[in-house]
């Protein structure tokens, strides 16, 4: 999947950054200095004295070039290693660089208190720092993946570095990896679960990138296929193709697929491994990650199921592009929580319309994963604040019941969201006129914000109440406040949120 080459002026924090970003990526740690500096028998002051500084730039690029053999590693690059085209050619080529930048005033304030030694800083700092970041000022701005260090701590900034990068290690329940890349850093395999529709498009190329036939498994489409049966036969298809313990099965498709591969592979030979491989927005952003599976039940979503994530969650937006417009908006009603929940500047991104989000999918997705990822790192097994999640999904996940799932996943919880947001503001939780701005985006997105009016209340309410966020006589809703923020709330009286909530005026 490639190196992590971490570039920018000295000061920026490379090297401390790096070791934090490696630890939580549970990669090795390089800094390419201490590897010169080994390399030549000194320090990089003596030889820039004794030898110059092209020779300096040479051992420099032998360095970089000795990585090829590394395994994928964090590297924290010298504020000049990327000036020679044949060594930015090799970074770019071999990983992803990101510039990590800082105002001058910063930068001088952490080279002060610095005891490190830079020969090319030598004498008034200010003065030579000022010109050297003026001289390398259009190669630094040629670098499009960038993240500010000012004013944020370490943490702060390995976990923008994170998402700029499209990257996490999980480890809160079992350890995995997940990945914003390409389909094409697939691991080998043992069986590929699709469903009709994704097979059309995708299968054959998932097999040339693996590098064999791999043997697939196709079943059929649609949630209405979440069920015992279709689990049923893929227990058949395991033991078919010789599937044991130490095999791994890849599930391509959406988070119906990941549902039902994850769940199955739970639960073959009492657990074996798989690989998700989600090709829906809704499946990249949500499904796929928290290592929840599980099947339907005639009553409501979900009612069986286990916990048993993934060993990688590989999500390529490449994917996306044979996705059916309805499809990607209502993906993006998973997204529009997530910017609610803990990312004010992702909803922003949101409320610009689907033209917007195509040109930024990319960076849609990391940011809406990386929501997703820092919560149910925090509660795994959803016992506190993992319940933030399920905003607009007790009322979405009835209303797509009783919808006979007409109405998309994505769909219902944008219709659930402005339910529960509506809900929210009459009890005085929420800031009045939030109901509107979230209609707003979602509407943005062509999403629908009201219950469909030939949808029965009263069976609204009914599937509620089996719902398995089910908690005694009262059911917790995760209520928004204000952008950023949502509060948990237990509800008895579910009639009081539907019926009351069409009552209200309907704001354009």
Same mark, same amino acid.
């Given at each position: 999947?490639?190196?992590?080459?971490?570039?920018?002026?000295? %000061?920026?924090?490379?090297?401390?950054?790096?070791?934090?970003?490696?630890?939580?990526?549970?990669?090795?740690?390089?800094?390419?200095?201490?590897?010169?500096?080994?390399?030549?028998?000194?320090?990089?002051?003596?030889?820039?004295?004794?030898?110059?500084?092209?020779?300096?730039?040479?051992?420099?690029?032998?360095?970089?070039?000795?990585?090829?053999?590394?395994?994928?590693?964090?590297?924290?690059?010298?504020?000049?290693?990327?000036?020679?085209?044949?060594?930015?050619?090799?970074?770019?080529?071999?990983?992803?660089?990101?510039?990590?930048?800082?105002?001058?005033?910063?930068?001088?304030?952490? #080279?002060?208190?610095?005891?490190?030694?830079?020969?090319?800083?030598?004498? =008034?700092?200010?003065?030579?720092?000022?010109?050297?970041?003026?001289?390398?000022?259009?190669?630094?701005?040629?670098?499009?993946?960038?993240?500010?260090?000012?004013?944020?701590?370490?943490?702060?900034?390995?976990?923008?570095?994170?998402?700029?990068? %499209?990257?996490?290690?999980?480890?809160?329940?079992?350890?995995? =990896?997940?990945?914003?890349?390409?389909?094409?850093?697939?691991?080998?395999?043992?069986?590929?679960? /699709?469903?009709?529709?994704?097979?059309?498009?995708?299968?054959?190329?998932?097999?040339?990138?693996? %590098?064999?036939?791999?043997?697939?498994?196709?079943?059929?489409?649609?949630?209405?296929?979440?069920?015992?049966?279709?689990?049923?036969?893929?227990?058949?298809?395991?033991?078919?193709?010789?599937?044991?313990?130490?095999?791994?099965?890849?599930?391509?498709?959406?988070?119906?697929?990941?549902?039902?591969?994850?769940?199955?592979?739970?639960?073959?030979?009492?657990?074996?491994?798989?690989?998700?491989?989600?090709?829906?927005?809704?499946?990249?952003?949500?499904?796929?990650?928290?290592?929840? /599976?599980?099947?339907?039940?005639?009553?409501?979503?979900?009612?069986?199921?286990?916990?048993?994530?993934?060993?990688?969650?590989?999500?390529?937006?490449?994917?996306?592009?044979?996705?059916?417009?309805?499809?990607?908006?209502?993906?993006?009603?998973?997204?529009?929580?997530?910017?609610?929940?803990? =990312?004010?500047?992702?909803?922003?991104?949101?409320?610009?319309?689907?033209?917007?989000?195509?040109?930024?999918?990319?960076?849609?997705?990391?940011?809406?994963? !990386?929501?997703?990822?820092?919560?149910?790192?925090?509660?795994?097994?959803?016992?506190?604040?993992?319940? !933030?999640?399920?905003?607009?999904?007790?009322?979405?996940?009835?209303?797509?019941?009783?919808?006979?799932?007409?109405?998309?996943?994505?769909?219902?919880?944008?219709?659930?969201?402005?339910?529960?947001?509506?809900?929210?503001?009459?009890?005085?939780?929420?800031?009045?006129?939030? /109901? =509107?701005?979230?209609?707003?985006?979602?509407?943005?997105?062509?999403?629908?914000?009201?219950?469909?009016?030939?949808?029965?209340?009263?069976?609204?309410?009914?599937?509620?109440?089996?719902?398995?966020?089910?908690? !005694?006589?009262?059911?917790?809703?995760?209520?928004?406040?204000?952008?950023?923020?949502?509060? #948990?709330?237990?509800?008895?009286?579910?009639?009081?949120?539907?019926?009351?909530?069409?009552?209200?005026?309907?704001?354009?």
């Amino acid at each position: 999947m490639g190196h992590i080459f971490l570039y920018g002026p000295s %000061g920026t924090g490379k090297s401390t950054i790096g070791r934090n970003l490696a630890n939580n990526l549970r990669l090795p740690f390089i800094d390419l200095d201490r590897v010169i500096e080994t390399t030549a028998g000194m320090s990089i002051p003596q030889v820039m004295e004794e030898k110059g500084e092209q020779a300096f730039r040479d051992l420099e690029t032998a360095a970089l070039k000795a990585l090829i053999n590394e395994r994928n590693s964090v590297i924290a690059l010298g504020g000049g290693a990327l000036l020679r085209n044949e060594n930015r050619a090799f970074a770019e080529n071999s990983g992803t660089v990101v510039l990590l930048m800082a105002e001058l005033d910063t930068l001088i304030e952490r #080279l002060r208190a610095d005891s490190n030694e830079r020969p090319l800083l030598a004498g =008034d700092l200010r003065e030579k720092l000022s010109s050297l970041l003026a001289k390398r000022r259009e190669h630094y701005l040629s670098f499009p993946q960038v993240v500010r260090v000012d004013r944020d701590t370490v943490e702060q900034v390995v976990y923008r570095v994170q998402i700029e990068v %499209g990257r996490h290690h999980l480890s809160a329940m079992g350890e995995y =990896d997940v990945v914003v890349g390409q389909v094409g850093q697939l691991p080998n395999a043992d069986l590929i679960v /699709t469903d009709e529709n994704v097979a059309r498009h995708h299968l054959e190329g998932i097999k040339q990138t693996i %590098g064999r036939d791999v043997p697939s498994i196709v079943v059929h489409a649609g949630e209405d296929h979440k069920n015992l049966n279709t689990v049923s036969i893929l227990w058949e298809a395991f033991l078919d193709n010789g599937l044991d313990r130490r095999s791994t099965v890849i599930a391509l498709g959406g988070g119906v697929i990941g549902d039902l591969t994850g769940f199955a592979a739970s639960t073959y030979m009492r657990g074996i491994d798989w690989i998700a491989v989600p090709t829906t927005l809704l499946s990249m952003v949500d499904a796929s990650l928290g290592g929840k /599976t599980g099947f339907d039940l005639p009553e409501g979503k979900n009612l069986i199921g286990s916990f048993h994530p993934p060993k990688l969650v590989l999500a390529d937006p490449g994917l996306l592009l044979t996705l059916p417009e309805r499809e990607l908006r209502s993906g993006m009603a998973e997204v529009v929580k997530h910017g609610i929940i803990a =990312d004010p500047e992702l909803f922003g991104m949101c409320s610009r319309g689907m033209d917007r989000v195509k040109a930024n999918i990319e960076g849609i997705i990391k940011r809406a994963m !990386a929501v997703k990822i820092r919560i149910i790192e925090e509660d795994p097994y959803e016992r506190g604040v993992r319940a !933030a999640l399920n905003l607009g999904h007790t009322v979405g996940h009835a209303v797509e019941l009783v919808s006979g799932f007409e109405l998309r996943h994505g769909e219902a919880i944008a219709v659930g969201m402005i339910v529960e947001a509506k809900y929210a503001e009459r009890i005085g939780i929420a800031e009045p006129g939030l /109901t =509107d701005e979230i209609r707003k985006s979602l509407s943005a997105l062509g999403l629908p914000v009201e219950i469909p009016k030939d949808l029965p209340y009263e069976e609204i309410v009914r599937a509620m109440r089996v719902d398995k966020k089910k908690n !005694a006589q009262v059911i917790r809703f995760a209520l928004p406040v204000e952008i950023g923020r949502v509060e #948990l709330v237990e509800v008895s009286d579910l009639e009081d949120i539907v019926a009351r909530s069409d009552s209200d005026e309907t704001i354009s």
